[in-house]
């Protein structure tokens, strides 16, 4: 009777253990089996390019069929076994929550890789806002959350109403955040300002414009390794001069002066070869047209603007740093004079003959 007891007791062991932890097991490694079939069919056989949603939501699908097949083995061994009917109501539960969960996951991962995707199609390979990037991954976990409540019975239009109500008053508490972040929405969707922009405030403020995020944007100075932090409704607000807009090109003046006596058309080939040389070095763009544009009769120069064409922003010190030099060595080598400024006062001899002999006198002590 105890051998028998014995034997009834392993037999129930093995039912309500090993076969489903089996099926479970056979389960995930037949997820694991298609999940890597998949990936080598897509490799091979399957040509999507990378700048597509296509290639998007494929990579967001990477390690999904594990997970289904997890989910399908856990329901076999659920059904292999006889357990209590609220414990089966409870795994139940779990198992449509992770369900849920794993397509609301599929759904922000494409999601978010299609906004990265948007940014890198502008032309120049930005980042993303950390603004837009959470609001929209907010909004899709907050409906998976909605559709695992209504699977509860819990309904969710008392909580709806709720969150009006309460939102109304974390308006009221908190309408200069509020603020800043619909500025933040505002200065994203107008696309005036975009990560990676320079831009120059009203106020004085300048530099390249590194994040968006749901109360500050982040702007670098040229050269500098500090970081500006300006509320977005200070930016919304602001008038403000965006280099980067509409294109990324810039026109660099440099202000030059030569001597009376110069070659003028010796002068200005002598400085567009110059110009042409710095600009394919520095500037790497050898088919730059240099512009010279002579202004004005000077007090002691003849003087003009060189027009430096210039593929970025950030270029531009460097491109007068370096056009300086190599002007300055050129026109000597040309024997081409810059002259130093020089003011010369012209005393007419009437002026002097009315002066008294006393006042000569004083004024040579």
């Known amino acids: 009777m105890t051998i028998f007891s014995h034997t009834i007791d392993f037999n129930t062991l093995i039912e309500l253990l090993i076969v489903p932890v089996g099926i479970v097991l056979a389960s995930l490694t037949v997820g694991i089996i298609v999940d890597q079939l998949i990936r080598r069919y897509i490799n091979h056989h399957l040509d999507v390019e990378e700048s597509t949603w296509k290639y998007v939501f494929v990579r967001s699908m990477h390690g999904v069929p594990i997970f289904f097949s997890f989910?399908?083995?856990?329901?076999?061994?659920?059904?292999?076994?006889?357990?209590?009917?609220?414990?089966?109501?409870?795994?139940?539960?779990?198992?449509?929550?992770?369900?849920?969960?794993?397509?609301?996951?599929?759904?922000?991962?494409t999601v978010d890789g299609?906004?990265?995707?948007?940014?890198?199609?502008?032309?120049?390979?930005?980042?993303?806002?950390?603004?837009?990037?959470?609001?929209?991954?907010?909004?899709?976990?907050?409906?998976?959350?909605?559709?695992?409540?209504?699977?509860?019975?819990?309904?969710?239009?008392?909580?709806?109403?709720?969150?009006?109500?309460?939102?109304?008053?974390?308006?009221?508490?908190?309408?200069?955040?509020?603020?800043?972040i619909f500025s933040g929405l505002h200065l994203i969707l107008s696309k005036?300002?975009?990560?990676?922009?320079?831009?120059?405030?009203?106020?004085?403020?300048?530099?390249?414009?590194?994040?968006?995020?749901?109360?500050?944007?982040?702007?670098?100075?040229?050269?500098?390794?500090?970081?500006?932090v300006i509320p977005n409704k200070t930016i919304a607000g602001a008038n403000i001069t965006n280099y980067s807009l509409p294109t990324l090109n810039i026109n660099i003046s440099v202000p030059v002066g030569v001597a009376y006596d110069s070659d003028l058309a010796t002068v200005e080939r002598v400085t567009i070869e110059t110009a042409k040389e710095v600009l394919a070095r520095v500037d790497d763009n050898p088919n730059a047209e240099p512009l010279v544009r002579y202004t004005d009769f000077g007090d002691s120069s003849i003087n003009f603007n060189v027009i430096l064409p210039s593929s970025m922003f950030d270029h531009q010190g460097i491109i007068k740093h370096e056009f300086i030099k190599a002007l300055t060595d050129r026109y000597r080598a040309e024997s081409i004079d810059i002259p130093y400024p020089i003011q010369t006062i012209i005393q007419e001899k009437d002026e002097a003959a009315k002066t008294s002999p006393q006042e000569a006198a004083h004024a040579e002590k």
Do not use: C, H
């Not at 089966?88 to 198992?95: G, N, P």
């Not at 009203?202 to 702007?219: A, K």
């Open 71 to 109: 989910i399908i083995g856990l329901y076999w061994a659920i059904d292999a076994v006889e357990i209590s009917p609220t414990l089966t109501k409870l795994l139940s539960y779990l198992l449509f929550t992770s369900n849920v969960f794993s397509i609301t996951r599929v759904i922000a991962r």
């Open 114 to 180: 299609v906004v990265t995707m948007y940014f890198e199609r502008s032309g120049r390979n930005l980042p993303k806002t950390t603004l837009l990037n959470s609001i929209l991954i907010g909004v899709i976990y907050a409906m998976g959350l909605l559709v695992i409540l209504q699977y509860y019975g819990i309904s969710i239009a008392p909580i709806l109403t709720a969150a009006g109500v309460g939102g109304m008053a974390v308006a009221l508490a908190l309408q200069e955040t509020l603020a800043n």
């Open 192 to 228: 005036q300002l975009r990560i990676g922009d320079y831009i120059k405030l009203g106020s004085g403020e300048e530099g390249r414009v590194t994040d968006i995020t749901w109360r500050f944007t982040t702007i670098i100075p040229l050269g500098a390794s500090n970081t500006i």
